[in-house]
């Protein structure tokens, strides 16, 4: 277990030498995307379009956030992670076309998405389900927000800057390996000797 | 009585009540490596959350109240039926809380944390002149792996144990473990998932004073822990930190077991109401 501070863009370097069980602190540019957003960016980028800010090296964070305006500035009040499994059936080609170098969310995810980010160099970075205010703390400023009309605050796109962001598991490495798969093949076979064990 | 109110709900959101805390630091020794890197970000949030009086997880939750009231306290049950809506409402704007009611038709959210049938009040009839009201608002997260087991009762307890564990594995990481598990068993159907759910409300500390029962939870965590779930569901020591046991009689064709999950964040308070004097507690 290795523990990393990585500074955003990150790179492909960066990225494949991290292994499964290494904790990262991130801090640069991230930006917030959940259900609608994957949709919206994958549609724009279907048609050949352009989006409005470059996601090439950064970390997509799977978190509908609850903000503030402070005069003509937005304000991020908790920002805790949502379950990422909802992002399977989209997170591969999301992967692949925007060329971001990592995941965060919690509960984690599965094979397709495992197989993308071995294939591409990404990886997923696991933060505490519920530690809405201590996510909050680690976000100095919010850089932009996109289709807030369109999408509402918790769907938008917001461009967060963070500084040592984390602690993030690394959860699924650039090398194939996804530890919640380990954990649950392992809990399997411990399920089965429990219940005979009855 | 609604400042009261609004003020163990502000308790039960923004504090984590001390028998939960403890529990957490007491398994954050035991913990892997990586366990406790998830548990220590967990008691910051948590001291976080009690500094700056704020919510401490952005999911706030839908409300129960659970209300005891003596057959000789002065105001009636109508009454305070209209002061904990009132309550929930003030609550969410004043924290504020997430709105966390929607209608099922529509789809639409409600806006205050108040809608058909929600928040959910439990009326309990005492002797006495005294009224205590339990909080419990509780995420979805944790709701969405709730189950209800019809187990043959000649499998008895046997089968209660085999039905919590399945619930344990079924959940894995989706109700942000380690969490606490609430455990109804007997009664009706409706009866066994209210208890489960009451069980929540129990010192998470301690266990059962029945020594039969204690027994009973103290099997679940050990065998529900040696799934190796872990905090997060990342793998580790802690996949529950404790399980409590409420029941009732039972039909002799049934043995209905309801299985309720709190995330680590239990958020829990009291009111207390006897003669002038009122309590807010946890």
Known sequence: ?198 | MLKKVVEAITLAECNLPPDVENIIRRAYETETEMGKAQLKAILENVRIAREMRAPICQDTGLFSYYVEIGDDFPIRASKIKKVLIDATVEATRSIPLRPNAIDVLTEKNTGNNVGQGIPDISWDHVDGNTLRIAVLPKGGGSSYVAKLHSIPPAKGLKGVVEAVIRSVFDAGSMPCPPTFVGIGIGGTEDLAMKLAKKALLARMDENSKNEELAKLEREIVDKANSLGIGPMGLGGRWTIFNARIEWASRHPATLLTGVCFSCWALRKAFVEVSGDEIRVYQ
């Open chain 1, 1 to 198: 277990m290795v523990e990393y501070h990585l500074k955003t863009p990150l790179s492909e370097e960066d990225v494949r030498k991290l292994k499964v069980g290494d904790i990262v602190y991130i801090s640069g540019k991230i930006f917030a995307a959940r259900d609608a957003a994957h949709k919206k960016i994958l549609e724009l980028l279907k048609k050949g379009e352009r989006l409005p800010f470059d996601p090439q090296g950064l970390l997509v964070y799977h978190v509908g956030p609850v903000v503030k305006k402070v005069g003509d500035k937005w304000q991020v009040v908790a920002a805790g992670p949502t379950t990422s499994a909802r992002m399977e059936i989209m997170e591969a080609e999301f992967i692949e076309m925007t060329g971001i170098r990592g995941v965060i969310g919690k509960g984690g995810m599965f094979e397709r998405t495992t197989e993308a980010m071995r294939k591409f160099g990404a990886f997923y970075g696991a933060f505490v389900g519920g530690a809405a205010l201590l996510a909050a703390k680690a976000i100095e400023d919010v850089e932009d927000v996109f289709w807030l009309e369109e999408l509402g605050v918790p769907e938008a796109v917001w461009l967060f800057k963070v500084r040592d962001f984390g602690p993030l598991i690394v959860a699924i490495d650039s090398h194939g390996n996804n530890l919640y798969m380990d954990v649950i093949n392992k809990a399997k076979v411990q399920l089965e000797v429990l219940l005979k064990s009855l």
